[in-house]
DNA sequence: TATAATATATAACAAGTGTTATATAATACA
DNA sequence: TGTATTATATAACACTTGTTATATATTATA
């Protein structure tokens, strides 16, 4: 019916993709993504109606990115699962890392609401949770949340020690479960 | 010499931190000033030699409104005014926050640098961390900056339940401090 | 092979940007 | 009072942006 397909939508989000990650997504442009495709931006409007159907396009691929690291990292326990693979992302892709927390989007809410359940249920099947209320577990989870959230932070944007590797990370983000646990753990004794 | 001036270096500054406030750094522009103040673009350019320049004394003004902060939250004990002054800046001006936090910027760095050493300085005044060695007191002094961060992200974020409160912020502040403080004694103990 | 369909390139448009040249008018001082 | 100074407004410039109209060329099929 017409010439051969050279740009699909896959390149196009490619191309847009690594944009995203080294200048930001707001400095997107189409004109910038055609020029990393060698194309004109006639193939674009042709895969996507505007810029906002694209951006879309790009921040699916996004999730699904931080989606895989999270496969891949999966060890069972996906407490430390997570947290490694929030590491990750935040390292390897620390501008998109960066730009979503800027963005306040409802992906971090929507991530959240979708995966704290199923912590909570990892939660009360862990035999080191062991004899602790709902309501305790919440706020146990809670204050790694934010504290994984900080670390997160602080890898995207360069602020930890040069020479901190991810088993560093993992090791500070385990340490302070514990000491999260360990303090609930007394404070819960203590109350008897 | 000639006509009053209707226009000063402040106002400018003040009209670009709402913009900033509100719609982000990104998203200032010289005319968007000039309509906040009813004004054109003239009066702009007779202060400030180009957007770089005011974009560096809104910088300045945006570090002088944390360091207000911190003053009027000052009540002797560093560890919490530092707590409660950024809490308080990642909520009323979250979108400055995120946007700090987005850039990557030499701010963040060298506010932790200046602040760092007087901390320390502080943790080893404080009975409560007393017979802790200094290197004990970093890793304490990290693992509550890191959950500080978090915390701050997430109150700009509005990633917190809607009925937490400034002073809920605080205690799940000093409670993460509290546990960190009390699993380091007894990691400190079991060892000798 | 001729034709219809269509993927692509080019160029233009309108809107918005930073910046500057020019004009205007208000003030202080001789 | 007249004049030099200068704060301000207006308008234009060059550039970038998203988007679209048009032209071109390539492919499958009749």
Redesign the pocket.
Known sequence: ???????TKEQIIDAAFEIANTEGIDN?????IAEKMG?????I??NFK???ELIEALMDRIVGVSQQLLIEESTGNPFDDIGRASLRFAREYSVLFRNLVMKNNSYMKGYNEQMLPVLIQEMKNDPELEGFTVDELNTILLKMRIFQLGLSVMVANGLLPEDYKNQDLMDILSSTADDVILSARIRKSQLK
């Open positions: 019916m017409g010439p051969k397909i050279k740009f997107i442009t189409m004109r910038k194309s004109s931006v006639a193939p409007y042709l505007d810029v906002n």
